[in-house]
């Protein structure tokens, strides 16, 4: 079977390498999905959504990659750079709905 | 430039005591919102407003209260039946039409008990 990235609190980084970061969402009616990243002291701010009837969505240096079957979600960022280290959160909704409910965030530190 | 301010930045408060997070925004936005992020954790939702004069329980209301009398303004009150009130307090408003993309984040306040 395939196997599912798993969620992790800390994620260390090499400047210049790829970052991937991992969500599993609960709600399998949720159709809508979005990544923050949130800078120490700042609210969130919004990266890459996707929907439902996608499954891989690309943005600069971001990517997102949505596997329905087995509720995960995840975020590729291309070439890291120490102004990627940030706190990660994934968020899912019905498109349409105004509420979002966040996954528990992934710390990722970009090492020089 | 248009956007959402959270005061105080840093907010500390004796225990028994209450205590009022401000939130102010210029965006014209109907939809406003207060979440909590606790280390380790997503952020959770307590109290939302989708319109002047009404507000929403979220999912950990208690201890908490609001207002709403003006559209830019969703003060959000800390009262003492908060039992664990240390942690960062979130505000957010939202554009109409867009759903959950349509998000904006204050800066924060972290409020903590002494």
């Known amino acids: 079977g395939e196997s599912v990235g798993l969620h992790l609190p800390t994620l260390s980084v090499q400047e210049g390498d790829n970052s991937i970061i991992n969500c599993a969402y609960s709600?399998?009616?949720?159709?809508?999905f979005i990544w923050y990243k949130q800078e120490s002291g700042k609210g969130p701010q919004f990266i890459i959504d996707i929907r439902s009837n996608m499954d891989k969505r690309q943005g600069q240096r971001v990517t997102v990659l949505l596997n329905k079957t087995v509720k995960h979600l995840s975020l590729q960022i291309a070439a890291t750079q120490p102004g990627d280290s940030a706190v990660y959160f994934c968020?899912?909704?019905?498109?349409?709905?105004?509420?979002?409910?966040f996954g528990a965030g992934t710390t990722v530190t970009v090492r020089a | 430039d248009g956007g959402i301010t959270q005061s105080p930045k840093y907010l500390f408060r004796k225990e028994g005591q209450n205590v009022t997070l401000s939130c102010e925004q210029n965006?014209?936005?109907?939809?406003m919102y207060w979440y909590r992020q606790d280390p380790g954790q997503g952020l959770r939702l307590i109290y939302y407003s989708q319109i002047v004069n009404d507000f929403q329980k979220g999912d950990i209301a208690e201890g908490y209260s609001v207002s709403r009398e003006k559209k830019e303004s969703f003060p959000l009150t800390v009262t003492s039946a908060q039992k664990n009130p240390t942690a960062f307090y979130l505000c957010a408003s939202l554009r109409p039409g867009q759903g959950a993309r349509g998000y904006t984040f204050g800066s924060g306040t972290r409020l903590t008990v002494v």
């Open positions: 709600n399998s009616a949720s159709d809508y």
């Open positions: 968020a899912e909704t019905v498109l349409g709905d105004y509420k979002l409910s």
């Open positions: 965006l014209n936005h109907d939809a």
